[in-house]
């Protein structure tokens, strides 16, 4: 098989695997700091244990994340060398704004989040845990950076030419805000809330219907509801706001998610449909000029399509980018679907008599990493053949070095310690649910007496 296509799919198979774990860490995060908010202001000690447990469940996330994240590093310079050399001045200072702002801030107070219990006055555990939350999303901002400085480049200067050519930052401020940088972070940020608070539902939500640890299930599955709701209908914003910057500044990307393959006309936009792209048309469910009334409110506003760019830089895989797009979508529209019901049912004071509901919410856990995966297969798709959008192309950033069978025989070999990392997250995190919310029997007579000792005092 060509090197190219070897390094793409072991680029996209390693990061795939490493973006299961950061959403995931960002979003307990928000649930770890609600719980544990919630302790300090009424003092019931199940919220305690909530923050508790969850934090145990955070450090097995975090810790994977940053096993499989470093591979990637690595990566770049042994498969990608020539993008390296291209964007390392640029790529390489968010990545150390990274770990100068967001890892080490993240790390200097995870210590004592884990650790920290009964050795240090609540509130300072508190502020630990607002301290990994903050960095667990700072981590996010220059990641994402990163990234959105690839798909729309600004603040920076090309020096050299040919093979020696690089870009080099002018603007640091223009490079960070670069032109999809907020929309693409608060899209992620959301993305990850809606991870973390779909996990904590479905393990309550098991917990409900196996009728164990019942009375702190039902405080953790409100908050979770009330977070997911919130986050799942503030994804719609961000997801407009999101296409319309696409349209503005990556056009033939847009024209790919929708199929639009007309150089320039009225564009419709589909429910679902089939590309079939040697003949450039679209079957499928769709509502007429809905692009171009969503993009522009007006139906019959024109639509750059696909046939005004020539065809060497259009995105060569237009109905794998379509099909991603869409199904991000519908799980979107479903998360928000069944959140609002969870809603319904929780205002009617029916919502834990629902078993059908409950089960639900068990296997909806797996809707919000979908929903994640394929945004960022239909983003990274969609941005090709451009490594570096309009500057670089995916084929000129190969190292000139590496061979198809070294990436062949590296893919292979992550592939095996990748599987062998995810079957040990979920024994672990399998272990952690089945023991449940409380570490001992100590600790469930220790809140006993609390409740009790609360309710002498009342």
Do not use: C
Request: aromatic content about 16%; overall charge neutral.
């Amino acid at each position: 098989m060509d090197v190219e296509i070897l390094a793409r799919i072991q680029f996209a198979f390693t990061i795939a695997f490493h973006y299961i774990y950061p959403p995931l860490s960002i979003g307990l995060g928000l649930l770890m700091v609600i719980f544990e908010g919630q302790y300090l202001r009424t003092k019931n000690k199940e919220y305690e244990t909530l923050a508790r447990f969850w934090t145990r469940i955070f450090a097995l996330t975090f810790g994977i994340g940053v096993a499989t994240g470093i591979v990637m590093e690595f990566e770049f310079g042994t498969n990608w060398a020539t993008y390296s050399k291209y964007v390392g001045d640029v790529f390489g200072s968010a990545l150390a704004a990274e770990g100068i702002f967001a890892f080490a801030l993240e790390s200097g107070f995870l210590g004592v989040l884990l650790f920290g219990w009964n050795r240090v006055k609540p509130i300072v555990h508190f502020i630990s845990t607002l301290g990994v939350f903050f960095g667990s999303m700072f981590s996010a901002v220059w990641i994402v950076i990163a990234n959105s400085w690839q798909q729309t480049p600004a603040g920076y200067h090309i020096v050299g030419e040919g093979m020696d050519a690089r870009a080099e930052i002018v603007d640091f401020w223009a490079m960070a805000f670069n032109p999809s940088a907020v929309d693409r972070l608060t899209h992620v940020w959301i993305g990850a809330f809606l991870a973390g608070a779909f996990l904590v539902l479905s393990v309550h939500a098991y917990y409900l219907l196996k009728g164990r640890h019942v009375e702190i299930s039902k405080k953790a599955f409100k908050i979770a509801l009330f977070v997911a709701a919130f986050f799942s209908l503030s994804q719609l914003f961000t997801g407009h706001s999101s296409a319309e910057g696409v349209a503005k500044n990556q056009p033939a990307k847009l024209a790919a998610m929708e199929g639009h393959f007309e150089e320039s006309a009225a564009a419709d936009m589909y429910i679902l449909g089939w590309v079939d792209t040697e003949n450039e048309k679209v079957s499928g469910i769709k509502i007429p000029h809905g692009l171009s009334f969503l993009l522009h409110q007006d139906f019959e506003k024109e639509v750059t399509g696909l046939n005004a760019f020539p065809k060497e830089d259009r995105p060569s895989q237009v109905n794998a980018v379509f099909q991603f797009y869409h199904l991000m979508v519908a799980i979107g529209m479903a998360l928000i679907a069944l959140s609002l019901l969870g809603l319904y049912f929780l205002r009617k004071e029916r919502i834990f008599e629902k078993k059908w509901l409950l089960q639900l919410f068990v296997w909806a856990v797996i809707l919000p990493q979908l929903a994640n995966q394929f945004g960022w297969f239909a983003a990274e798709m969609g941005r090709q053949p451009w490594v570096v959008y309009g500057l670089l192309r995916t084929s000129d950033a190969l190292s000139q070095a590496v061979t198809a069978n070294q990436v062949l025989f590296s893919l292979i070999m992550f592939s095996i310690i990748y599987s062998i990392l995810l079957i040990l997250f979920l024994y672990l995190l399998t272990k952690k649910i089945k023991h449940g919310p409380y570490e001992d029997h100590l600790e469930v007579q220790r809140n006993r007496q609390s409740d009790i000792a609360n309710s002498l005092i009342k």
